[in-house]
Nanobody, 116 residues
Framework: QVQLVESGGGLVQPGESRRLSCVAS????????MNWYRQAAGKGREMVAS???????NYATSVEGRFTISRDNSKNTLYLQMNSLKPEDTAVYYC??????????WGQGTQVTVSS
């Protein structure tokens, strides 16, 4: 079973940038899709961005143009570059990988708080 560990969260001011990382204990090249989700306090979990092995990328409307998802298969790492952060981006951010063999796997989450 592959384990996912996110890092990079913290407190940032509005307008600043932050990069999240998700390191997998196994190969990510076998995942059919990798995603970043987020969940704000009192709200449901929403997909932020997704990327396939072929490089197909999708973003939530709320982050398009500000966030960039990428992956480095050689490092088994998924990234989320977040620019121009807004208070409404405050949430716990989760890494998700979907494998045909293992199913849908989740990391433990990393808190991002955008506040002045």
């Amino acid at each position: 079973q592959v384990q996912l560990v996110e890092s990079g969260g913290g407190l940032v001011q509005p307008g600043e940038s932050r990069r999240l990382s998700c390191v997998a204990s196994g190969s990510i090249s076998g995942a059919s899709v990798m995603n970043w989700y987020r969940q704000a306090a009192g709200k449901g979990r929403e997909m932020v961005a997704s990327i396939t092995p072929g490089g197909n990328i999708n973003y939530a409307t709320s982050v398009e143009g500000r966030f960039t998802i990428s992956r480095d298969n050689s490092k088994n790492t998924l990234y989320l570059q977040m620019n121009s952060l807004k208070p409404e981006d405050t949430a716990v951010y989760y890494c998700n990988a979907v494998y045909r063999l293992f199913g849908s796997l989740w990391g433990q989450g990393t808190q991002v708080t955008v506040s002045s």
